[in-house]
């Protein structure tokens, strides 16, 4: 992957009230405000004082001035926002791909605090808690499902700490007991399962620090276990609202031997930038089907419009959400961080997707985002439908590469898993982990 860009040193895509962001990472201080006009200076100062000395109630200074920079950034766009320390330090949690804690997923449902499941090798799995158990108390007091992040505070710390859960199971009278000691959890956010013989499942939950390597591995093993190369793969971004986008743009890498990822333009300097595809491929030019729907968004979208536009994947579910921005998200002085809309990212064939998303080559009917959830792959109909698709494909290129012309050369058809290397690179450019 090559990145080319002066300024820019990192890039995002991630979840904001169930939506699919973008970002750009910048560290330091905001742009100087000495341009902004003194009258408007004035105006806020203003407007501040009245309100701390003469509203009704008395509010605490940091609260006020919480208020004013959320209100600054509010009519902007939906996408930008100003973080508060808390906020902006579980962002970092959930791009980073680990925390300390106890290894559980957990939602609020039926009016209760409710564990998804425990993860692979966490203190939560070691004890035993299972999916489905109602969280009730933590360290002796009980928690209210309408305050989960403070649950999640609770259950976090550091390593080597202890905390106590006290969980109501489905089929005993007796609440259960676990004490654990807090470690380092990975989140792994690819899931992967062969469907049968040469054709592998693959899912991208969201992006993280850590998915790209966690796909690079985990398709790896695939091919490891099979003896051989892959002859198809179902890549699922069905919801997956983003995450880092440079980890959707090394799991693009992985499929594409060259050319444009993605390119980005925007005022500032560092808005502009592209992402380009370096050799080689993981699949050797086996067919890929990905899956989609209106959850698929930002960084996922990033992934799937570049696979497409390169001929290198064929998409199949529903129109993708249609994230097509990008924010800088700029550390403040306070410990809390500015997400700004900077730019707009294209994919490889010049498009934007903006509040238009990304459609189909083949259109399936919708599943309701609980249905894709319980199914097992195996049973999910739109899985079973991208594994008939991408196996017909496998057999049709198999059938191509046999097919010679006089000399010995390949006919036109027998190219099809290298159509992607004709197109140049000159083209125009919620569940909570504790």
């Known amino acids: 992957m090559v990145l080319q860009s002066k300024t820019m040193l990192s890039l995002l895509a991630?979840?904001?009230?169930?939506?699919?962001?973008?970002?750009?990472?910048?560290?330091?201080?905001?742009?100087?405000?000495?341009?902004?006009s003194w009258q408007y200076v004035n105006l806020f100062t203003e407007v501040y004082e009245r309100v701390r000395r003469d509203y009704i109630d008395e509010i605490p200074e940091d609260k006020l001035m919480d208020a004013a920079v959320r209100g600054l950034v509010a009519d902007l766009d939906p996408y930008t926002a100003y973080m508060n320390e808390s906020e902006y330090e579980e962002l970092r949690i959930g791009t980073a791909g680990e925390y300390s804690g106890v290894g559980i997923e957990i939602s609020v449902a039926e009016g209760a605090i409710k564990v998804v499941s425990a993860m692979d090798d966490s203190p939560a799995a070691h004890a035993g808690i299972l999916g489905g158990d109602t969280i009730v108390a933590i360290d002796d007091l009980p928690v209210d499902p309408a305050k989960i992040d403070d649950s999640v505070d609770r259950m976090r710390g550091r390593p080597g700490a202890q905390v106590k859960l006290t969980v109501a199971r489905i089929g005993l009278t007796e609440r259960l007991d676990f004490n654990l000691v807090r470690r380092k959890v990975q989140v792994h956010s690819v899931k992967a399962q062969l469907l049968?013989?040469?054709?592998?499942?693959?899912?991208?939950?969201?992006?993280?620090e850590t998915t790209a390597e966690d796909f690079a591995t985990t398709l790896a093993n695939l091919q490891k276990g099979e003896g051989k190369a892959l002859q198809g793969l179902v890549l699922d971004l069905r919801n997956n609202p983003g995450g880092v986008l440079e980890a959707s743009v090394e799991v693009a890498d992985q499929f594409l031997e060259e050319g444009v990822i993605v390119t980005a333009d925007g005022r500032a300097v560092d808005s502009h930038f592209a992402l380009s595809a370096t050799p080689g491929d993981s699949l050797h030019g086996a067919p890929i089907v990905i899956l989609v729907n209106g959850g698929s968004a930002s960084a996922s979208e990033i992934l799937a419009g570049a696979l497409h536009d390169r001929q290198r994947a064929t998409l199949m579910g529903r129109t993708t959400y249609g994230k097509g921005l990008v924010q800088s998200v700029v550390s403040l002085s306070s410990g809390g961080a500015l997400k700004l809309t900077t730019a707009r990212y294209l994919t490889p064939s010049g498009t934007s997707i903006q509040q238009r998303g990304i459609a189909p080559d083949i259109e399936l009917e919708a599943l309701e985002e609980s249905v894709i959830e319980s199914k097992p792959p195996a049973q999910d109909v739109q899985v079973l439908a991208a594994l008939k698709e991408v196996k017909t494909r496998a057999i049709a290129s198999q059938k191509a590469q046999l097919r010679t012309v006089p000399g010995g050369a390949q006919s036109p058809s027998a190219s099809h898993n290298n159509a992607h290397l004709s197109l140049r690179s000159d083209f125009t450019p919620g569940l909570l982990y504790r």
């Open 14 to 36: 991630g979840t904001m009230l169930g939506v699919g962001l973008t970002f750009g990472i910048a560290v330091g201080a905001a742009r100087s405000t000495s341009g902004m």
């Open 196 to 208: 049968e013989p040469g054709y592998a499942y693959m899912r991208i939950v969201q992006f993280s």
